[in-house]
């Protein structure tokens, strides 16, 4: 009985860490799909609407300390090799979405100086608290 109590407890302690594994790869993908979207649009501001490229280069310096953290806590987990893909294809992903927003005449001037209003101000803390 005692044998069974121990690895019962042994499976359920590696059921735990694993959750833990795939909960904090969640949210590792949803902080990188979060940031890839500010630094597509803000990309895509420079270029499309260059009156907003001044603050929109200023708002894109931001970010990158946010991803140097993500990069940091993506490389010390013990993640599998497909949330690492997932984490890495936000990007397209993020891209993929956009170019369909400019392709359809939505990408206006407004949406760029809302982005960067919003990155300006701060992002979301409570989301990016997976990265600190």
Do not use: W
């Not at 609407?49 to 993500?70: D, N």
């Not at 919003?118 to 990265?131: F, M, N, P, Q």
Request: aromatic share 8%; proline share 2%; glycine share 4%.
């Amino acid at each position: 009985m005692k044998n069974i109590l121990i690895g019962a407890l042994v499976i359920l302690a590696f059921g735990a860490q694993a959750k833990s594994s795939d909960n904090q790869s969640y949210k590792l993908i949803t902080v990188s799909t979060y940031l890839n979207f500010y630094l597509m649009n803000l990309n895509a501001c420079e270029d499309f609407h260059p009156s907003t490229r001044p603050e929109a280069y200023a708002a894109e310096g931001k970010l990158y300390p946010y991803f140097e953290k993500q990069d940091e806590k993506v490389a010390k987990l013990d993640i599998n090799k497909e949330d690492k893909m997932a984490i890495k294809n936000t990007v397209s992903e993020r891209r993929t979405k956009l170019d369909r927003q400019i392709a359809e005449g939505e990408f206006t001037i407004e949406h760029c100086e809302a982005v960067i209003s919003i990155v300006k101000e701060g992002l979301d803390e409570t989301l990016l608290a997976s990265i600190k």
